[in-house]
């Protein structure tokens, strides 16, 4: 995966040229670089970028100290010192002898730091396995950095100029990017991973410096994300014979695509810091709940959102963050964390010996089954229905559709390599055939591809009014309710309540909407009426088990999602029983054939009422608090810096 922090001047100096540059440890004052380097038993840094010319620098070429000062320190030229000390030479003055060295303005956010890593267990593969075996993992994760820096350059990097920065283009030569490598975690366990320190100075199609806008790589981030981890494992299983599968990480959530065959019991030997940062998030959340200012009135949100959520775990992660171990070597890191490995599976010891055949002896099996032709039909209208279903209000960008794009080819290439531009066509064939762009652009970055926004071509449901009274009093007592968690209960004795998590609706919706797409070109019919072209209303109430039929026909109460996805989180349901409730949705439109034309014979003797659609309190209930989340989780974080 990858992570995108900014660079400040003063960070540079403070924390990077301190601390990233030799693997995370304490730099002592004053001590040579490469020499600090060597004695953490890390690799010098290296260049790359498409703008290495522009700045008379090579590719792969050690990253100096001083390089690293002018550049990301101060926003100059990485060559400026000896720049500005020729133009001294030659005569110029010294304000002009500086100008020489600059790239522009000097700007306060000089570079963004993209941390790349790759999955769990190809990290266990790569600090376990034969030497061969490291190699090749560490060639895959450079070539999959080298595409994402790449795509950035030429996708998500955009130079703003002109009055209010009015007009935009992309960086004419690229830009440049120092890489440094990492061998460890915090606790001490294997994580291969790189920071990526990329500068945001680029030159305008004129030749004039300027600074790249960072909140387009912000936006791009999850894109760029899921195309490193996309590439990292298809290289890497290419190269060496193996295939991935999908893991559930957290139950409601995205699985994440791990090598087949590898015990994923070693995968609880590395979490160490995922144990301590669990057991943090689930005391801040019980503090969410349950804070209450002077009055006895909640100070943030009497449940846990999504959002919420992740900002309360970023809080845990940095109360928890230890320090850097004593620095190794990598060939004495490796044989500690076989030592390790080996004590933690005890009787399984031996298994550390054969990861890499049982590995393949399951890559054998899946590759066998996985079809090499990719249907973009399908995989349009399931990217589409998830985008949909995943993004609350059921509108989005194309960087969505993108993003999901990414981790549907992931999910059925199972460790093949994609032709390039499928993504992008995936994408393309989901904006054309199953989405309406409903943009109302009010500024001239509106009106740019990247941010119209779009919603789905599913027919709109009838939605059940709400008064204002079904929004939440903010500074209602918590006595009011004899349940709450504000009673004498022990720790454990009561439940955090949280919001249901989206992902089993969107897996739900893409299954289903992928086999009525099948029924229609078996039919010959359309996937969608005519009348649903306009944009679909509520993403929890999907038509999706309804059966296409004339306008005159009666309408049929919308299956309510939400409340199929509190039934998901009783039952914990796997892939394989979500495949199955995705075909029970086809049994059920013949069911409502034979009820409808029961009805319809009724009809003389006094039809029955419909009744409303379940579970429609309970979407109520979801929507109540969300419009006051945001500002919770603002003050709460600000009560925790």
């Known amino acids: 995966m990858m992570d995108i922090a900014l660079i400040t001047r003063g960070q540079m100096y403070r924390y990077y040229l301190h601390q990233v540059v030799v693997g995370d440890g304490r730099r002592p004052a004053r001590k040579p670089l490469r020499k600090a380097q060597k004695e953490a038993g890390v690799p010098a840094g290296r260049w790359m970028g498409q703008g290495l010319p522009a700045l008379g620098l090579a590719a792969a070429g050690e990253v100096t100290e001083a390089q690293l000062r002018s550049l990301f320190g101060d926003g100059r030229h990485p060559h400026a010192d000896q720049i500005e000390a020729d133009r001294l030479a030659s005569g110029e003055t010294p304000a002009a002898a500086r100008r020489a060295g600059a790239l522009g303005r000097q700007p306060k956010v000089t570079g963004v730091d993209l941390v790349f890593r790759p999955q769990p267990t190809l990290n266990l593969l790569w600090a376990l396995g034969d030497e061969e075996t490291r190699k090749a993992i560490e060639d895959a994760h450079e070539r999959a950095i080298t595409a994402v820096l790449a795509w950035i350059e030429d996708n998500a990097a955009v130079i703003r100029y002109g009055a209010g920065g009015v007009h935009r283009t992309y960086p004419a030569h690229g830009l440049v990017a120092a890489r440094f490598r990492h061998y460890e975690a915090r606790s001490g366990m294997p994580l291969l991973h790189d920071h990526l320190l990329l500068s945001v100075k680029g030159q305008r199609p004129d030749g004039t410096w300027s600074s790249v806008h960072t909140e387009p790589l912000y936006e791009n981030a999850v894109a760029a994300s899921t195309l490193y981890n996309e590439i990292v494992m298809a290289e890497t299983c290419e190269d060496l014979g193996l295939a991935s599968e999908p893991r559930t990480v957290t139950a409601g959530r995205r699985p994440v695509m791990e090598v087949a065959g590898v015990p994923h019991e070693l995968i609880g030997w590395t979490a160490r810091r995922g144990e301590q940062i669990a057991a943090c998030l689930q005391e801040l959340e019980r503090e969410y709940v349950t804070a209450t200012d002077d009055d006895g009135n909640l100070k943030f949100a009497p449940e846990v959102s999504e959002r919420a959520r992740a900002k309360l775990n970023r809080i845990a992660a940095r109360k928890t963050r230890p320090p850097k171990p004593q620095p190794r070597s990598l060939a004495q890191l490796r044989d500690d964390w076989r030592a390790g490995a080996r004590a933690f599976l005890a009787a399984g010891a031996h298994l550390i010996e054969s990861l ?9 099996v899946i590759r066998a089954r996985v079809v090499g032709v990719v249907d973009i039909g399908l995989a349009a209208v399931a990217v589409t229905a998830t985008v949909f279903v995943m993004n609350g209000s059921g509108r989005f960008h194309r960087r969505h559709l993108l993003a999901e794009a990414r981790r549907h080819l992931a999910l059925i290439q199972r460790g093949r390599r994609r032709e390039p531009g499928l993504d992008e066509t995936i994408v393309d064939t989901a904006l054309a055939e199953h989405c309406t762009d409903i943009t109302e652009a009010r500024t001239t970055r509106g009106q740019e591809p990247r941010y119209r926004l779009y919603t789905a071509r599913w027919a709109p449901t009838s939605q059940p009014s709400r008064s204002p009274a079904t929004v939440p009093d903010r500074d209602h007592k918590l006595a009011a309710d004899p349940a709450a968690p504000f009673l004498s209960l022990e720790p454990g004795e009561w439940d955090i309540p949280r919001v249901p998590l989206r992902h089993d609706r969107a897996s739900i919706a893409a299954r289903v909407l992928a086999a009525r797409l ?118 709460f974080t600000s009560d925790h810096l």
């Open 518 to 635: 099948r029924t229609a070109r078996r039919t010959g019919r359309l996937l969608h009426s005519p009348a649903a072209h306009q944009p679909a209303e509520a993403p929890e109430q999907l038509l999706l088990f309804a059966h296409e039929q004339p306008s005159t026909a009666h309408a049929r109460p919308a299956v309510n999602l939400a409340a199929l996805r509190t039934d998901l989180e009783v039952l914990e349901l796997t892939a394989y029983q979500l495949s199955q409730l995705g075909r029970a949705g086809q049994r059920l439109v013949a069911l409502r054939k034979a009820a409808n034309w029961l009805a319809h014979q009724a009809a003389a003797g006094g039809a029955p009422g419909t009744p409303d659609a379940p579970g429609a309190h309970r979407q109520d209930a979801q929507q109540a608090h969300r419009h006051v989340d945001a500002r919770a989780v603002g003050r």
């Open 356 to 364: 890499l055949e049982r590995a393949r002896a399951a890559a054998a």
